[in-house]
């Protein structure tokens, strides 16, 4: 298992499939996730534009991502007490 790493939040699922590589196209992606080969969270996900946080984990196949949300020196991220 890896970490995916975003800058913010949330991220669609059909986009982050395609950032990570997972994918190589977006429409690839969406046909992954039509074909109801991503698991999110460990559930079957069909929702191409599915909105992810932090915490979330896709499987497609045997490859298993957990995303992870990183400051970046322009944009920090402010507490959300």
């Not at 970490?3 to 992954?32: N, V, W």
Request: charged content about 30%; glycine content about 10%; proline content about 4%.
């Amino acid at each position: 298992m890896k970490d995916g790493e975003i800058t913010r939040e949330p991220i669609e699922l059909h986009k982050l499939i395609k950032f990570e590589g997972l994918a190589a196209s977006g429409g690839e992606a969406k046909a992954l996730i039509a074909a109801g080969k991503v698991l999110l969270n460990g559930v079957v996900e069909t929702q191409k534009r599915k909105k992810l946080v932090s915490g979330d984990c896709i499987e497609i196949g045997k490859t298993k991502l957990t995303l992870r949300l990183i400051d970046t020196p322009d944009k920090p991220w402010q507490s959300r007490a």
